[in-house]
């Protein structure tokens, strides 16, 4: 399995997920010969099928926070990926809403699936988890709900997913180090928002981290009418990064942003 990283959707908030403008089936990420399904919203199954992503290959699912268009369809991909438990595996991570819920709100997954897994382990931020040979590390988030970024660090590459937050002092500093920076941008400049960020945030968290590559995505319908690709193109200019505004389909290949990769192909002059 070649390292890759597939936007099974770009969608980001309730009028763009809800009239399909942008799909919303998550990000997979693969690396170690592993697939990772991050955040499986509204027709993840449906986009899977139509990006050529086989879902039972995933070997883990993990989660943000418990909103519908992060976690829709958390259910319906553990049993893809289980044959419905028939062949109990795969590992979920997730916090305690995700998972188990509380006084206010209802957990997505529902406990016969949440028994089809291998297991699951609910996370807090500022936690390192390991599968195989790749440590993930979960970060802080504001967004109004219990909610967490992951960083993957890899042999061959690291990348970190921000995931939905506000801006704040301290939010960029646990990505240091990230080849690729994904964020979820949902308003363009000048629309302000307490619970996601905007292209001016996306600058100030860009010019800490210094990733070799940033991806903008989950946009807001705001987004789309301001152009993503404009966008992109402004907060390329103010950090000198490179900057993307994926869409779906999109598959990149992480390998050609991994600085440890070229460290080893200089080893050889």
Same mark, same amino acid.
């Given at each position: 399995?070649?390292?890759?990283?597939?936007?099974?959707?770009?969608?980001?908030?309730?009028?763009?997920?809800?009239?399909?403008?942008?799909?919303?089936?998550?990000?997979?990420?693969?690396?170690?010969?592993?697939?990772?399904?991050?955040?499986?919203?509204?027709?993840?199954?449906?986009?899977?099928?139509?990006?050529?992503?086989?879902?039972?290959?995933?070997?883990?699912?993990?989660?943000?926070?418990?909103?519908?268009?992060?976690?829709?369809?958390?259910?319906?991909?553990?049993?893809?990926?289980?044959?419905?438990?028939?062949?109990?595996?795969?590992?979920?991570?997730?916090?305690?809403?995700?998972?188990?819920?509380? &006084?206010?709100?209802?957990?997505?997954?529902?406990?016969?699936?949440?028994?089809?897994?291998?297991?699951?382990?609910?996370?807090?931020?500022?936690?390192?988890?390991?599968?195989?040979?790749?440590?993930?590390?979960?970060?802080?988030?504001?967004?109004?709900?219990?909610?967490?970024?992951?960083?993957?660090?890899?042999?061959?590459?690291?990348?970190?997913?921000?995931?939905?937050?506000?801006?704040?002092?301290?939010?960029?500093?646990?990505?240091?180090?990230?080849?690729?920076?994904?964020?979820?941008?949902? &308003?363009?400049?000048?629309?302000?928002?307490?619970?996601?960020?905007?292209?001016?945030?996306?600058?100030?968290?860009?010019?800490?981290?210094?990733?070799?590559?940033?991806?903008?995505?989950?946009?807001?319908?705001?987004?789309?009418?301001?152009?993503?690709?404009?966008?992109?193109?402004?907060?390329?200019?103010?950090?000198?990064?490179?900057?993307?505004?994926?869409?779906?389909?999109?598959?990149?290949?992480?390998?050609?942003?991994?600085?440890?990769?070229?460290?080893?192909?200089?080893?050889?002059?």
């Amino acid at each position: 399995m070649l390292p890759q990283i597939i936007f099974l959707g770009t969608g980001g908030d309730c009028f763009v997920v809800g009239k399909q403008l942008r799909a919303s089936g998550g990000i997979i990420i693969r690396a170690e010969d592993m697939q990772f399904h991050i955040d499986p919203g509204p027709g993840a199954l449906v986009r899977a099928e139509q990006y050529d992503v086989n879902l039972r290959e995933n070997t883990c699912i993990l989660v943000s926070h418990n909103h519908l268009n992060h976690a829709n369809d958390i259910n319906a991909v553990i049993s893809s990926m289980t044959h419905a438990g028939l062949d109990k595996k795969g590992v979920l991570i997730s916090n305690r809403t995700v998972i188990n819920g509380d &006084n206010n709100i209802d957990p997505m997954l529902l406990n016969f699936y949440k028994n089809c897994l291998e297991r699951y382990i609910i996370v807090k931020e500022n936690q390192k988890i390991g599968v195989g040979d790749i440590e993930i590390r979960t970060t802080p988030t504001k967004h109004g709900i219990e909610n967490i970024g992951f960083k993957f660090i890899t042999p061959e590459f690291s990348l970190s997913y921000v995931s939905d937050t506000s801006y704040f002092t301290g939010l960029a500093e646990p990505h240091k180090g990230s080849d690729i920076l994904i964020l979820n941008v949902v &308003n363009p400049s000048g629309v302000n928002s307490k619970t996601n960020l905007n292209s001016d945030d996306a600058v100030k968290i860009i010019n800490i981290v210094k990733p070799k590559l940033a991806i903008i995505q989950h946009l807001g319908i705001k987004m789309i009418e301001a152009d993503p690709m404009y966008e992109a193109r402004e907060i390329q200019k103010k950090t000198y990064t490179q900057v993307i505004a994926a869409k779906d389909g999109m598959a990149i290949n992480p390998l050609s942003y991994s600085s440890s990769l070229r460290q080893k192909t200089l080893k050889n002059y």
